[in-house]
């Protein structure tokens, strides 16, 4: 089917800066939209940032100013770079994926998801 693929996850100060990416890969047609979202210990996973394939973006008002989302559309890859990156940012971020596969070519997607990445922001 589909994979995503996570990285670039670790330990950074507050103050920090850390770049997330995720590949995707496997029977893909079409790739709809693509996403980030993030789960901290103890709280239910939220939406952090997505976009579409026309370019439109969507974040969470607790990241807007400190995150951009991005993609490289020739690499089915999409970008999160997190600066400002302060304690409340520390969860496992997982990447989120609307995918029509050649299958669904006459209509239709799915959603895929990464293993997920642990972001932790402390001194």
């Known amino acids: 089917q589909v994979q995503l693929v996570e990285s670039g996850g670790g330990l950074v100060q507050p103050g920090g800066s850390l770049r997330l990416s995720c590949a995707a890969s496997?029977?893909?047609?079409?790739?709809?939209?693509m996403g980030w979202y993030r789960q901290a210990p103890g709280k239910q996973r939220e939406l952090v940032t997505s976009i579409t394939d026309r370019g439109t973006t969507n974040y969470a008002d607790s990241v807007k100013g400190r995150f951009t989302i991005s993609t490289d559309n020739a690499k089915n890859t999409v970008y999160l770079q997190m600066n400002s990156l302060n304690p409340e940012d520390t969860a496992v971020y997982y990447c989120?994926?609307?995918?029509?596969?050649?299958?669904?070519?006459?209509?239709?997607?799915?959603?895929?998801w990464g293993q997920g990445t642990q972001v932790t922001v402390s001194s």
């Open positions: 496997g029977r893909i047609f079409y790739i709809n939209a």
């Open positions: 989120n994926a609307d995918v029509t596969t050649p299958l669904q070519a006459m209509g239709g997607s799915s959603t895929y």
